[in-house]
């Protein structure tokens, strides 16, 4: 006789095709500890995850989103929907508000109505990039138009419900089943058509495998931690240093690569201390080599998501 699984918790991952909604799926499918649901605009998500119930709402679709989500009811709502740095800085301001703070606005008010734990991704950008790396109890002082979309949300979140968490990133990169590019991506496509790069070598941030942010998402979301907490590499590159460590681990050709000439600016250090995840959540973030050897293992097929949990 089949029995019915016991789960967890009920878990609803907003914007669930983005990279971090993939390598979180990859993890709590795995355990089997929750009941998922999925809100995605891409329909493909629903069948590489055996996810619970799947709904075809973008981030952008407040009513639908709200009205299912009053209805299912979920412990926890995981939002990575959101434009990064650079599609940020493509939009129009009343755009990006939308994307970055709307939609968190939106699941904010559900979360309080339906009194769940809110967990959103924020940036090492509310900072000013004067005295980095951060930690999570430093003064935000944002001075791009992306920090201070990201501090806004932080704000509603925070005066918005009860349960929340915050966890701050610095430029996410990681595997994508549907092939969204990322940094290494890029790096890679670059070295093996010999097309020359180069890459700023001033500011300095701590890149976030989104494997290593979705085990943060997940120690959170089963402990119901709460407040802000930093995921990011153990140590500060800059886009030129991590697309020589980048060559360095796929044994290609550094030379193609060159720093800028560009003069260091103020506000350039950025990048997060990660002490109280560590000490708090139990989870040590690697380096950033260490992460891209990752990276490299899984891309090739060599080793199962099952091994790094």
């Avoid at 990064?84 to 493509?90: E, G, I, S, W, Y």
């Avoid at 089943?177 to 290494?184: H, L, Y």
């Avoid at 550094?254 to 995840?277: A, F, P, Q, R, V």
């Avoid at 139990?282 to 060599?302: A, D, H, R």
């Amino acid at each position: 006789m089949a029995t019915t699984p016991q789960y967890n918790k009920t878990i609803a991952i907003i914007g669930s095709s983005s990279r971090t909604a993939e390598a979180l799926l990859r993890f709590i499918t795995l355990e089997q500890r929750y009941k998922i649901y999925s809100f995605s605009s891409d329909v493909t998500i629903n069948d590489r995850f055996p996810i619970t119930e799947f709904f075809n709402y973008g981030s952008l679709q407040p009513k639908e989103t709200r009205e299912a989500l009053i209805y299912l009811k979920p412990d926890v709502i995981i939002n990575t929907a959101g434009l990064n740095l650079k599609q940020t800085n493509a939009s129009d301001k009343k755009s990006a508000w939308n994307h970055n703070v709307g939609v968190v606005e939106n699941l904010v008010k559900v979360a309080r109505i339906i009194d769940a734990h809110f967990i959103m991704i924020s940036t090492d950008r509310v900072f000013d990039g004067v005295k980095g790396p951060y930690s999570e109890t430093d003064k935000p002082l944002p001075v791009s138009n992306f920090g201070k979309n990201k501090l806004a949300a932080e704000n509603f979140a925070i005066s918005g419900a009860d349960k929340i968490s915050i966890i701050r990133v610095s430029e996410i990169y990681g595997l994508s089943s549907i092939n969204k590019p990322d940094f290494v991506n890029e790096i890679l496509e670059s070295i093996l058509i010999e097309k020359p790069i180069v890459l700023d070598n001033n500011t300095k941030y701590t890149p976030t495998n989104a494997l290593d942010l979705a085990l943060v998402i997940n120690k959170i979301a089963g402990k119901g931690k709460l407040g802000i907490y930093n995921a990011g590499s153990s140590d500060l590159v800059t886009d030129y240093t991590a697309a020589k460590t980048i060559a360095k681990v796929y044994n290609l050709d550094e030379n193609i690569i060159s720093c800028s000439d560009e003069k260091k600016t103020k506000g350039t250090n950025y990048g997060l201390i990660t002490l109280k995840t560590e000490t708090d959540l139990g989870v040590k973030m690697p380096s950033y080599e260490s992460s891209i050897v990752t990276y490299k293992t899984l891309s090739m097929g060599n080793k199962p998501i099952k091994l790094l949990i």
